[in-house]
């Protein structure tokens, strides 16, 4: 009996390590695998992230972000190429901005203003820009309100669209029609005139 307690307490001891050794273990399990659900979703968030990154590099139509304070804190590479800046020297950069007309500048100010405060008009706006080699755009502006994760307004996302060719196209149909008609009312004016010479001689024979 002088044994037992002491065998009856290494058997304590041996089972009470068996016990933690078993626990260490579970939570070694139970660590890797949130270890490893952590760093798949971190994947594919990091997938997500690249796939709308492409999405937004693809995109034909500029795309600019405003905060609240009228600073640009986005721009997506078809808006870079639109106005021949890098985003480097469009973010974070106070007003004016490069791409604004020089003799405009407190015009473009109002503009931006406008776009802060929420009084830009919903079905968007045109106006001109000036690229970096100093040749004019005329775009169409649409700004919509950008909300974060929670819902809470945070900017402005603009999207912008080069319509200079456009333009070009309308205000050469615009001429044409212009000299179509001024051809036809030179035409009726001769046929006119052509008509009243008969009638004078009708009676002079």
Known sequence: SGEAGPRIFNY?????????????LLSFGMLWRDSRRRLEIEARLSEEKIFRQSMQDSMAVGLRVWDLDGVIRYVNPAFCNMVGFEPKELIAVPQPLPYW???NIEEYKTL?????????????FET?????SGR???VLIV???????KGEHVGWMSSVIDITDRKRSE???AEQREKLQAASRFALVGEVA??????LNQPLA
């Open 171 to 173: 205000a050469l149909v």
């Open 12 to 24: 304590a001891v041996t089972a009470s390590i068996l016990f933690l050794m078993l626990l260490l």
């Open 194 to 199: 052509s008509n009243i010479a008969h009638e």
């Open 136 to 138: 004019l755009i005329d």
């Open 112 to 124: 931006v203003a406008n776009v802060i405060s929420g009084n830009a008009p919903p079905e968007g």
């Open 143 to 149: 700004e919509a309100p950008l909300r974060d994760g």
């Open 101 to 103: 007309p020089s003799k």
């Open 128 to 132: 001109v820009y000036q690229h970096k």
